[in-house]
């Protein structure tokens, strides 16, 4: 069942969604060579408590980290470990901050030191095709008009759309109906409303779109091994559009 937000519930997820977005602007500083992925976890973990919240995938159906950290072929859900960053990396890191109840969730895809043109055009284009889908979102739009925006952008640059991964609702869950694929066909799938609170979240393959899972069950990574880029904010559908709640 898909959730109609309260304005109660609103005012939750907007604190929730700030602790995210401000959790992002302060690890920027720290994402450069030689930092670990573990250190950048306990950073956030730190800083999300200091906010009055808790993380959101910490434990979350056994998930050890704090933040997911994926690098370079990881498309998602990296977990935080000795792996140190090195110049020339791009690291995707997923952030959810729960507060009283409430869950904020974005990934963010960030440059470590100087980085190749073609994956910083990965980068660019896979937050364009984030706006891209967001731009379509008010009160009578459809899920599928979401994804059909996004793989368009992904189309026009010969960009890999994964499948199998999708946005999401967002609420007093971390994940919550509706799905949000990043493709489909327009005028298809559920009906926004105002009220609905969704995270949409493009991940884009240099290469192929297919993807694999490593042993420790949680990393997924790209099948041939090229850079992923992964953008996300959660949003609030509202009559005539939308409201970032992660906002950067």
Same mark, same amino acid.
């Given at each position: 069942?898909?959730?109609?937000?309260?304005?109660?519930?609103?005012?939750?997820?907007?604190?929730?969604?700030? #602790?995210?977005?401000?959790?992002?602007?302060?690890?920027?500083?720290?994402?450069?060579?030689?930092?670990?992925?573990?250190?950048?976890?306990?950073?956030?973990?730190?800083?999300?408590?200091?906010?009055?919240?808790?993380?959101?995938? =910490?434990?979350?159906? *056994?998930?050890?980290?704090?933040?997911?950290?994926?690098?370079?072929?990881?498309?998602?859900?990296?977990?935080?470990?000795?792996? =140190?960053?090195?110049?020339?990396?791009? #690291?995707?890191?997923? #952030?959810?901050?729960?507060?009283?109840?409430?869950?904020?969730?974005?990934? %963010?895809?960030?440059?470590?030191?100087?980085?190749?043109?073609?994956?910083?055009?990965?980068?660019?284009?896979?937050?364009?095709?984030?706006?891209?889908?967001?731009?379509? !979102?008010?009160?009578?739009?459809?899920?599928?008009?979401?994804?059909?925006?996004?793989?368009?952008?992904?189309?026009?640059?010969?960009?890999?759309?994964?499948?199998?991964?999708?946005?999401?609702?967002?609420?007093?869950?971390?994940?919550?109906?509706?799905?949000?694929?990043?493709?489909?066909?327009?005028?298809? *799938?559920?009906?926004? =409303?105002?009220?609905? !609170?969704?995270?949409?979240?493009?991940?884009?393959?240099?290469?192929?779109?297919?993807?694999? #899972?490593?042993?420790?069950? %949680?990393?997924?990574?790209?099948?041939?091994?090229?850079?992923?880029?992964?953008?996300?904010?959660?949003?609030?559908?509202?009559?005539?559009?939308?409201?970032?709640?992660? =906002?950067?």
């Amino acid at each position: 069942m898909i959730s109609i937000k309260t304005p109660r519930e609103i005012e939750l997820l907007r604190v929730a969604g700030e #602790i995210v977005g401000d959790t992002h602007k302060y690890l920027i500083p720290f994402i450069k060579p030689g930092i670990t992925t573990k250190e950048l976890d306990d950073l956030a973990h730190k800083y999300i408590i200091s906010r009055g919240a808790t993380p959101s995938f =910490k434990g979350y159906e *056994g998930y050890p980290g704090s933040i997911c950290t994926s690098v370079n072929e990881e498309v998602v859900h990296g977990i935080p470990g000795h792996r =140190k960053l090195r110049d020339g990396d791009i #690291i995707s890191i997923d #952030i959810g901050a729960c507060y009283k109840g409430y869950h904020g969730d974005s990934a %963010w895809t960030y440059t470590v030191g100087q980085v190749d043109k073609e994956i910083l055009e990965l980068m660019q284009h896979t937050e364009e095709s984030l706006f891209a889908g967001l731009s379509v !979102v008010k009160e009578g739009a459809h899920i599928g008009d979401i994804g059909y925006a996004v793989s368009e952008v992904a189309k026009k640059y010969h960009l890999g759309v994964v499948k199998e991964l999708v946005g999401h609702g967002v609420g007093s869950h971390l994940h919550e109906m509706p799905d949000v694929p990043n493709y489909g066909k327009q005028g298809t *799938g559920p009906v926004l =409303k105002a009220g609905m !609170v969704i995270a949409v979240e493009p991940m884009l393959n240099l290469g192929t779109p297919n993807i694999y #899972i490593l042993d420790d069950d %949680w990393t997924i990574i790209t099948a041939d091994d090229k850079p992923s880029a992964h953008f996300e904010h959660t949003i609030l559908v509202t009559k005539d559009g939308y409201e970032i709640l992660t =906002k950067r």
